[in-house]
Structure formats: C-alpha cells, structure tokens
C-alpha cells in the first residue's frame, strides 16, 4: 500500500470524524427542541383539559339548577338526558325507562308536533312551540317548548336539546282571568247605572250607560276631566269629600249632582264615589256610579204637590163638614123651636091627632140631626192626627160599659182580657163603643148576652162582639158596612155607626166580617195590626 | 136690676127663641138685637147705653162672630163686655180661637128647643149674681 492511499484514507477518516460529530450535535439540539415542544404541548392540553371540565360542570351547573324542564334526545326522538325538572313534569326517569318524544305527544297535537319537528330539522330550531304532551302521573298537560337541533363536526344533524315549560296552571289562570274580565265587563256594560274609572280627576273608562247618559262616545269621555263635566260650582261642593277620600277618612261618599250633558242639558244624577287603593292605602283610581234621579225628583216633586193638594183638600172637606152640618142644623133647630111653640101656644086648640102629627115631626127633625152628627163623626174619624199611644182596652171596653145605657135584661161580659194596643184612643173608643151599643140596641132576647174577646195571631189580633140578638142575613154582610144603610127604622138608627167601624179598622189595616145566624145571634170578628 | 144683653144673630128665629125665653120667665132683661157684627158695632158705637153682656152667634153673614169680638176686644171700652159664644158647632178650632181673642163663654145650641131653653136660663141666672163692669 502506498503512503499516498494511506494518506488519503487517513483524511478520509477524518473528514467522515468531524462529519459525525457535528450530526451528533444536530441531533442532540433538536432532541432538546421536540423535548421542549412536548412539554409545551402537555402543559396547553392540560390547560384545555381544564377549560373543558370547566365548561362541562358550568354546563351541568346550567343543567340542572334550570328552572324549566331540559331534554336531550338523538335523532330519532329517544331521550338522551333530562334534567330534574324534566323528570318532575314529564314523570319519567330515563335511567330506569327507554323514553321517545313521540310516545308523549297528545293524539290531536301530533301532526302539529310533526310539522314543528320538521321545521326543527331543516332550520335548526324552533321557538315557542305549544301543544299537549301526556305524562305518567299528571295527565294531559299544556307545555311551551324552544328547541334546537345539535349537529357533528360534518353538520350532521345528530340530535336536539328542548327546553320545556308547563303553561297548563298559566293557561288556566289566564283563561279564568279573561272569563272574570269578560263576566265583570258584561255587568259593568249592561249596568243601568253609568259607571266611569277615573284617576286624578281624569276619566280613563266609562261603560255604556254612562256614555248613554251623558251623550258622549267612550273615546270623547276619555279625553275629559271630571270637572268638565260638571257644575262648577257643585265640583267644589264635593271636593270637601274628595279630599276626605285622598286622605284616607273616608272609602267612598255619595251625593247628587248635576252632570253636563254634550247637549249643553244638566243631568240629575246621584253619584257614589268609591276608592281602590293600593297596599300603600294611595289612592290608584276613583270609581263613580251614576244614577240619573231626574225622574225620581221629577216624582218627588209631583208627590210632594200631590200631598199639599190632598191637604188642602182634606182642609176643605174637614171645613165643608162643619159648614154643611152648621148650616143643616140651624133650620132644625128653627123647626124643632117653632114646632114646640105650636104645641104649647095651641094646646087647647090642637086635638089628639094634631099633637101626634107634631110629635112625629119633632122625631124626624130628630133623627135628621142624628144623621148629620153621623156625617160628621165620619168624616172627622180619620182627621186626628194624634200620635199613636199606647191604649188599654180593656180598660176602654169597661168605660164603654159605664158610659152606654144597657137596660137590665142585658149583660156584658169580656171573656178574655183585652191587649194594650197602639193606636188613638177615641177611634178604639168609637170602634167598640159602636159595635156594643150595636149589639144592646138590636137585641131582642129576653136575656141579652154579649160577649167581648180577644186572639193573638201572630201579627194581628183577632177581635169579637158577639149577641143573641136578632141576626143579621147574609145578604146584608156587605151592605150594612155602608153608610146610612140601615136595617131597620128605629129612631136612632143612622147607618153611620157601622161605617164608621169600618173605617177605623181600615186605618189600622185591619178586616172585619160577620158571622150571623137569624133569630140566634150576631158576631163581628175584626182584626187589628199589631 | 134687668141686665141690658145684645143678642147678635142673623136667624130671625133664633132671635124669636132668646126673647121667648126671656120672657116666660119674665125675667127684668133688657135685649137688644142685631143681626150681624157690622149693625152691632154701629150700635156699639153710639156708646149711649152700653149692654152689660153680648151673646153672639158665629156663622153669620157680613162679618162673622171672631170678627166682631176681634174688633170688640181691641176697643178700650168695648173689650170689659163679657161676649158669650152661641153656636152650633163644637168645631174645636173655633171654641180655641174664641177664648184666645177673649170669648167668656162658649154655648153649643142643642137642637130641641126645651134644652135651649134651659142652657139660657141657667146663662141668665149665671150672670146675675155676677157683678159686672
């Protein structure tokens, strides 16, 4: 071998000697450098690590602290996960049951269900769906639900997430709530009364009746104040009790006043004003209720005139009765004067028959004043215009027995006690002092009997005169009630007395009748209000 | 001693019954008669003999009885007569009215002439033994 290849061989090996060397400390950098690179790369996967557990419990958080029920299902409809609210409302458990959306649709909301799916899968969403679903322990309930499809990284739709709401308790609420509005408005708008909503003096709501009443539209009212409605004058009249109201004294307070019409006429209305409040005690709104009373004073004013006249009226009766009486008892006295001078100036002359025929005149003029005393009794029975009293009639009934002559063969006998009654003493005076001198006079018996009693029923009391006198036949019952009717044609009789009886039991709105069998006896039954 | 008395009546028998009275009793009574409130106080106002008592009726024509004893009580002289109510009414508000204007007396005319007769006696007999202005 020559030095020459030695030569070149050993410069060969060197060359090849420094050519490693240097590889070996490429190598070893880039050693280092991936080295470096890795850690890197562990330490951001951790942190993504982190980040996504992070997300992932905020989301569960999300989850299950949702107020509202939360689905998750795949494709096909089968449930993926629900969260607490979810298993409440819908009664399931997935962990225990396979569950499908469409199993939980209701039977008439299907169709609907499967548009709205439809339209889930080519948008991607939907929002405020609202349709029946069945449950396992609640029935059939209403549900709101939003909803959005979830898809893969090649936007393959691969599932969905809904959020559902029960609205069945809402719904039912609501429903009640427009049902009352709509029961309240249908009373509120037929109401008679006008009715207005007002709020610091501004109307904000009037019914029908209202806008009737004053001939305004709702929308013209609206634009009013109370007071351009009304009367200046009255307005500040029932600010007095506004005031009152604001500061809380009074509730309501009621007054009548005029209202100014759209056609420039007043209206007559009585107005109750009624505050609502709110849970401070403020005043929200005013309520008024008007009445119109146009008619009603319009009446009490004609009743009012109708009173005066029969006043009046009454006066002048009273009057005339005395006047007639006066002037119809004059000339009797005159008769009954000149009649008696004949008889005692002509006693010789005058012979039997003539003194018979005087003395029968003298028992006309006689009977003619008794009739014009009867007219007057009658027609002043009902002008007395005492307080009603307390009166005792037993004690009354027994001055009666004093006072009237009874003959002998007559007697009298209470067989109850009689009530204290309210009432005027002369009338009950007259009204039994007619019906006894009634049953002592007609008596025929040889043995009068009369008896006098009393029953309480209830809010009357029944009364009776009962005799043994002569009867009276039915076809009289009626008749002898009138006045001057007369039965027969004793001197005294008038036909006043029992009209008179009759007329103060109608003042105390009470009845009388007759039981009476001929020849055997007679009783009046009457009744008086208590 | 005869008592002078004025009867005011405007009923001729009325008249014709007072004096008839007065005279079957022959009582010494002096009447003098009108026939209403106006005559009575024409002849009052002579004030030539004064009577010593007035009877009066009420319902009269012209001017009634209340007129004239109105009248009557307002005059300084005339108001010491004693006036005594003849009517024949009991209407209340006319009795009240009579003695509050100063009426001394107040006689309802009965209907039969015996008992007028008598309520005149005993008024006559009543007066007499009163002493008298």
Redesign the interface.
């Given at each position: 071998m020559s030095n020459e290849n030695v030569d070149i061989l050993k410069r060969a090996l060197q060359r090849e000697k420094a050519a490693r060397k240097q590889a070996e400390n490429i190598l070893e950098e880039k050693s280092l450098e991936l080295y470096q690179i890795t850690k890197e790369l562990q330490k951001t996967n951790e942190k993504l690590m982190y980040l996504v557990g992070k997300k992932e419990s905020e989301l569960q958080g999300v989850f299950d602290n949702l107020v509202d029920a939360y689905v998750l299902m795949d494709i096909s409809g089968n449930v993926l996960e629900m969260n607490h609210s979810a298993n409440q409302l819908f009664g399931y458990d997935i962990i225990d049951d396979k569950l499908n959306v469409i199993n939980l649709i209701y039977k008439e909301d299907y169709q609907y269900a499967m548009n709205s799916f439809q339209k889930l899968v080519t948008k991607g969403f939907f929002s405020d769906y609202q349709a029946r679903v069945y449950t396992k322990n609640n029935g059939v309930r209403t549900v709101h639900i939003n909803a959005s499809i979830i898809k893969d990284k090649n936007k393959k739709p691969i599932g969905a997430q809904g959020i559902v709401r029960d609205i069945t308790e809402e719904l039912l609420q609501k429903q009640i709530f427009e049902e009352q509005k709509k029961q309240l408005s249908v009373i509120v708008d037929n109401s008679s009364l006008g009715i207005a909503l007002t709020q610091f003096g501004k109307i904000i709501q009037t019914n029908k009746a209202f806008q009737n009443l004053l001939g305004y539209t709702a929308e013209e009212l609206i634009k009013q104040e109370v007071k351009d409605i009304s009367l200046k004058d009255e307005y500040a009249a029932s600010a007095d009790s506004m005031k009152r109201m604001n500061h809380g004294e009074i509730d309501s307070f009621t007054v009548n006043k005029r209202y100014l019409k759209k056609d420039g006429n007043t209206l007559w209305a009585k107005t109750n004003v009624a505050a609502v409040r709110n849970h401070n005690g403020d005043i929200k709104y005013q309520v008024a209720l008007i009445e119109d009373i146009t008619e009603q004073l319009e009446f009490e004013k004609q009743r009012n005139r109708l009173v005066k006249n029969l006043e009046k009226s009454n006066q002048e009766l009273n009057d005339y009765a005395?006047?007639v009486?006066?002037?119809l008892?004059?000339p009797?006295?005159?008769m009954?004067?000149?009649i008696?001078?004949l008889k005692e100036d002509y006693q010789e002359e005058l012979d039997e028959n003539a003194q018979k025929s005087f003395d029968m005149l003298l028992k006309k003029?006689?009977k003619m004043?008794h009739l014009i005393d009867g007219i007057l009794k009658y027609s002043s029975i009902d002008k007395t215009d005492q307080p009603n009293k307390n009166i005792d009639l037993d004690e009354v009934v027994s001055d009666i027995i004093d006072v009237i002559h009874i003959p002998d063969h007559i007697t009298i006998k209470l067989t109850t006690t009689l009530p204290v009654v309210q009432g005027d003493k002369f009338r009950l005076q007259q009204l039994f002092q007619n019906l006894i001198s009634n049953a002592v006079k007609y008596n025929d018996k040889e043995k009068g009997i009369i008896k006098v009693s009393c029953k309480d029923i209830k809010t009357y009391w029944e009364f009776s005169v009962s005799d043994n006198g002569q009867g009276i036949p039915s076809k009289y019952h009626d008749k002898v009630f009138q006045i001057f009717q007369t039965l027969d044609d004793k001197k005294e009789s008038t036909g006043v007395g029992l009209s008179i009886v009759k007329k103060i039991i109608d003042l105390y709105e009470g009845k009388i009748w007759i039981e009476s069998e001929e020849g055997i006896g007679t009783t009046f039954h009457f009744t008086l209000k208590k | 001693m005869g008592l002078n008395i004025l009867l005011i009546d405007d009923d001729e028998i009325e008249r014709l019954k007072f004096a008839r009275v007065l005279q079957k009793n022959n009582y010494p009574h002096n009447s003098i008669e009108a026939k209403n409130g106006e005559e009575a106080l024409q002849l009052l106002a002579k004030k030539e003999q004064l009577p010593d008592l007035i009877f009066l009726d009420l319902n009269m024509p012209k001017m009634n009885g209340l007129e004239f004893l109105k009248e009557l009580k307002s005059d300084a002289t005339l108001h010491y007569i004693p006036v005594i109510i003849l009517s024949t009414s009991n209407n209340h508000r006319d009795l009240k009215e009579a003695y509050r204007i100063g009426a001394s007396g107040y006689i309802v005319k009965p209907l039969k002439y015996q008992d007028y007769a008598h309520k005149i006696k005993c008024l006559i007999e009543y007066w007499t033994i009163n002493e008298l202005v």
């Open positions: 005395h006047i009486s006066h002037d008892k004059s009797l006295r005159s009954n004067a000149l008696s001078w003029v006689d004043d | -």
